[in-house]
């Protein structure tokens, strides 16, 4: 290993190594990373049914973010090529500008106890009202133990729609994610309201849309960061604000691009344990929140002539329980991240989301998204016919010339290249 040598030049000995030195990763971890450990055979029954074994994803670090003045390794679990690198990139550049910024509203997860067609929903709506602190007082001590460390029940409050009459019950869940914690409580309070509204209830459910619970990540970059080759900073950065503009009118657009910045936060969501069912679910809602389908990132020049890019959404997470208890990868992702509270952890993943936003819409409005993008695809190409060691450097390297790159051009290099050895 040469000194200096760029971190995704390195061997995965190598990188491990390196970690080791850096004090990111203990022995131990480092042992279970190179043995390719991963969850425990004897885990996979505990946690899903009908399980025949463990489904494989290639587990990564994307570096240089510098996140409220800390440096950061960011763990990522991802099967798409150029993802990490990608968002690798974009931090690097973020870094150069002072990094990024995260804060955190409260974080107040919600749930609903909802009623059809009722027969005087506003008489309920008052009785609830009446009976509120012995409702919460009921939800409390379905769960004694989030009380315990200073969170657990806030509000309870009817919202009536066309048909339909929910009770919400907010909780402060602090540091988990809280579904269970939420439905149980909403369990509690069921045969009280139920015998309030003369009816049982039509579900008792959590909601993936805490929109009091949402995550910011903001960065302003310098327009010499964002430079290329053919293009000054100040226009690849009025071409990025542009393009924000276009994805909040034209939810076709819209679309690809919230699925960019999703490449960021899923990865980092998995790799920690969490639920990206959930995250998705609330992402994709909150966007949709003004009535139509609109980006959740914001760029735009500032008066200074730069670049100022934001990402706010509720990211439903947690920061202990779920699958870190029993997946050591999830708990080594954690330490990498230094064990964050929830709060910082969100804003974390929010700003990889932005990181991987800012790459994706560098190259799409400068050389287009393939130039990249399809580097680490003529590897994955090379190695689906194959190839291996050297050779798939070579090959990667000789389908980038080709004017098609598929299975049989890939096969036919190969098999030229093992016939000149």
């Known amino acids: 290993m040469t000194p200096n040598q760029a971190f995704y ?3 995965r000995e190598e990188r491990l190594e390196q970690l080791l030195d850096r004090h990111l990763l203990t022995k131990e971890q480092a042992d279970c990373l190179l043995a390719g450990k991963t969850l425990p055979l004897s885990a996979v029954d505990t946690m899903i049914e009908n399980a025949i ?25 991802v099967e798409e090529p150029s993802v990490i690198a990608a968002a690798s990139n974009g931090a690097k550049r973020v870094a150069r500008s002072g990094g990024f910024h995260i804060s ?42 989030i009380v315990s460390r200073g969170g657990g029940p806030i509000d309870l409050f ?30 509690a309070l069921k ?3 139920a015998e309030l509204a003369h009816q049982q209830p039509l579900m008792a459910i959590l909601s993936n849309l805490p929109t009091e619970s949402i995550a910011t990540a903001q960065c302003t970059l310098l327009p010499e960061t964002i430079k290329t080759s053919k293009m000054s900073g100040t226009l690849v950065a009025e071409r990025i604000a542009l393009a924000t503009d276009y994805a909040n009118v034209d939810p076709y657009r819209a679309a690809t691009h919230n699925k960019g910045v999703m490449n960021g936060i899923d990865p980092v969501v998995i790799a920690t344990g969490n639920d990206w069912r959930a995250v998705e679910a609330a992402v994709h809602s909150y966007a949709s929140r003004d009535g139509h389908y609109q980006s959740i990132t914001q760029w735009e020049m500032t008066p200074e002539g730069n670049l100022k890019g934001q990402l706010s959404a509720p ?3 947690g920061s202990v329980g779920g699958t870190s208890r029993v997946n050591p990868l999830a708990k080594l992702s954690l330490d990498l991240l230094q064990q964050p509270s929830a709060k910082d952890l969100a804003g974390i993943m929010a700003a990889v989301g932005l990181a991987q936003n800012l790459s994706a819409l560098r190259a799409l409005v400068t050389t287009g998204i393939q130039a990249g993008h399809m580097a680490l695809q003529y590897k994955s190409l090379a190695h689906s016919v194959g190839a291996v ?16 790159a598929n299975q049989v051009v890939a096969k036919a290099l190969l098999l030229r290249l093992r016939e000149k050895n």
């Not at 074994?53 to 679990?77: E, K, R």
């Not at 269970?180 to 909403?186: C, K, Y």
């Open 9 to 11: 030049r390195l061997s």
């Open 53 to 77: 074994g463990i489904f494989g994803l290639p587990f990564g670090l994307a570096q240089h973010f510098t996140i409220n003045d800390h440096s950061l390794w960011i763990p990522m679990v």
């Open 104 to 145: 955190h509203t409260e974080r107040i997860m919600l749930g609903h106890i909802t009623f059809n067609q009722l027969s005087d929903p506003e008489t309920f709506s008052e009785q609830v009202s009446q009976h509120k602190a012995d409702l919460l007082q009921l939800a409390a001590s379905a769960h004694p133990s």
């Open 158 to 187: 009817v919202k009536l729609f066309p048909n339909f009459t929910s009770v919400y019950l907010t909780v402060d869940t602090k540091e988990a994610m809280g579904a269970n914690m939420i439905n149980t409580m909403l369990e």
């Open 191 to 193: 045969e009280p309201l």
């Open 315 to 317: 990211l439903p997470i």
């Open 389 to 404: 060691g050297q050779e798939i450097d070579i090959i990667s390297r000789q389908l980038k010339k080709e004017k098609i």
